[in-house]
């Protein structure tokens, strides 16, 4: 890990988690690419890790790389597989030394009342949202606990305090993933480790674009219509959180100032959960 610091030794504070080594599940878009821009920005090497198209990968990996002066590595595990959950911070820590934040961010969505929800959604959605965070965790504990210190923050997602209807699987797994945030901040409570969730209220991304057209079909209302009645409805705030937001949030939270911040789950959410 020595090659990763500053040659004088001592990170700026603006580069904190320089000689750190972040891997960020689901991080090719959305919140997790904003969440390993904002790591890499503060000195971090940083694996990105999500499905879709290698170039779009690359291209994101040379920009984060390039533009903070970080070693930066793409790996294509697909986190609904728990053997390749394990595989993606074996690899991560065989390459850059070891792993001292995991983000678990990667997330799917599908939106149905329970009685049409598919049961291969309902598979998809447990092992994406919640088993990938166990595996994952569960790989990155040891080398955290024997070296004292690491940091899990897992996005879950204000559907992880309250519920709403035709989301069944995304609401029980982001209710587990709470569960599984508090077990792990005990497990780990001695040894330097904390592990901490944030709970992001409506941000735009394209899960929710993809939600926002697919309700707007749904109810034959205009996409405006339904981000304002549905979506913005729920945010007093009336605004969707912004990635940065979340980032700076995810970010806080990995940071030596959170160090007593452990079991937490931290709401990002424009007071919806307020309610
Ligand atoms: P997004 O669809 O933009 O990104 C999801 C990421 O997960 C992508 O990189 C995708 O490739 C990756 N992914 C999906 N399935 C995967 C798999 N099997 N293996 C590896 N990677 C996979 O979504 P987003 O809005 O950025 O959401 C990120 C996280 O934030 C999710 O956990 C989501 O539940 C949570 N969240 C989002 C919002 C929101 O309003 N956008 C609100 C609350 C919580």
């Known amino acids: 890990m020595d090659s990763l610091h500053t040659p004088s030794g001592r990170a700026p504070a603006a580069r904190e988690f320089e000689g750190r080594v972040a891997v960020v599940t689901g991080s090719t878009s959305g919140i997790g ?12 090497a940083v694996v990105l890790n999500g499905l879709g198209g290698r170039e779009e ?11 903070h002066g970080v070693p930066v590595l793409y790996d294509a595990a697909d986190m609904s597989r728990g053997g ?9 820590a065989a390459a850059l030394g070891a792993v001292d934040i995991l983000v678990n961010n990667a997330g799917v969505q599908h939106v149905a009342p329970i009685e049409d929800f598919p049961s291969e959604r309902w598979e998809l ?3 994406v949202n919640l088993s990938a965070v166990f595996h994952a965790t569960r790989a990155v504990l040891p080398g955290m606990k024997r070296r004292g210190w690491g940091r899990v923050v897992n996005i879950a997602s204000a559907h992880g305090l309250v519920a709403s209807p035709f989301k069944s699987a995304y609401v029980a797994a982001k209710h587990g993933v709470l569960g599984l945030t508090k077990v792990a901040a005990l497990e780990a409570a001695t040894s330097g480790v904390t592990c901490n969730a944030v709970c992001p209220g409506y941000v735009w991304t394209p899960l929710v674009a993809g939600q926002v057209s697919a309700q707007a079909k749904a109810h034959g209302l205009t996409e405006e219509e339904v981000t304002q009645e549905i979506f ?6 009336r605004r969707f959180a912004t990635v940065e937001e979340i980032s700076a949030a995810t970010a806080f939270l990995c940071s030596e100032a959170a160090a007593s911040i452990t079991g937490a789950a931290l709401p990002v959410d424009g007071g919806w959960t307020a309610h």
Do not use: M, N
């Open 232 to 237: 913005l409805k729920e945010q007093p705030t």
């Open 57 to 67: 990968a690359e291209v994101a990996r040379r920009r984060l790389a390039e533009a």
């Open 84 to 92: 390749e959950v394990q595989g993606l911070v074996e690899r991560s």
């Open 33 to 44: 690419l904003g969440i390993a821009e904002a790591l890499a920005a503060r000195g971090a």
């Open 125 to 127: 959605i447990l092992a």
